[in-house]
């Protein structure tokens, strides 16, 4: 149970929290959650990410343990498989609003990040790279509607991995996870948007 004083970080999405294609470190969440830890000592971790989860799984699995955790703040990373898998994009934007409502009655900031380029992993040249564009383009404006709607904080990581593109070393050897430099980078991205949420305390550590 968490003490009414902790400090808690709650992450929500699939693999790339969990840190798959990492080897060690974990993912963005514990990456992040390490800089949290450094500004706030004694903050709480809980991390929900499911490797392979899907924005239906969030809805179905890990939206309902969110309560109990009584956060202080959330990030969202979620999609990826959706567009893996060609989720329609109607159920998508249904899955993401109810995610959103819920999310919404713990009134405590939410930290939504929208989908990478997938169109410049490596694995996506023995694909084809204009169909993951396409369905990235519209998911992304669905997240973005979402986050406006809501009035959570959006990271646009599609436009920082095009910044990127090229850094092959910041996918694993599978060709589609990040390595563990793409789980730092992500982390640094999010990092600015989750500063300001840690309080006075914070406000002078890096």
Do not use: K
Not at 104 to 133: C, K, Q
């Amino acid at each position: 149970m968490v003490s009414a004083g902790s400090f808690t970080y709650l992450a929500l999405g699939d693999s790339t929290g969990v840190g798959v294609g990492a080897g060690e470190g974990g993912g963005y969440a514990e990456r992040l959650f390490q800089r949290v830890l450094a500004a706030r000592p004694g903050a709480l971790l809980v991390n929900l990410c499911q490797s392979g989860a899907t924005s239906a799984d969030v809805l179905a699995t890990q939206l309902p343990r969110v309560a109990p955790a009584r956060p202080s703040f959330v990030t969202l990373g979620i999609g990826i498989n959706d567009v893996a898998s060609q989720i329609p994009e109607e159920a998508f934007s249904v899955n993401l609003e109810e995610i959103a409502v819920g999310l919404g009655t713990l009134r405590v900031p939410v930290v939504l990040m929208n989908i990478p380029d997938l169109a410049l992993a490596p694995i996506a040249a023995r694909s084809e790279r204009a169909l993951y564009e396409r369905y990235i383009e519209v998911f992304n404006e669905h997240v973005e509607a979402t986050a406006a709607r809501h009035r959570f904080t959006l990271v646009d990581l599609y436009a920082s991995s095009r910044r990127l593109r090229g850094r092959t070393d910041l996918f694993s050897t599978d060709g589609f996870h990040p390595s563990a430099e793409g789980y730092d980078e992500w982390a640094a991205q999010l990092w600015p948007a989750v500063h300001p949420l840690l309080g006075e305390s914070a406000a002078a550590r890096p």
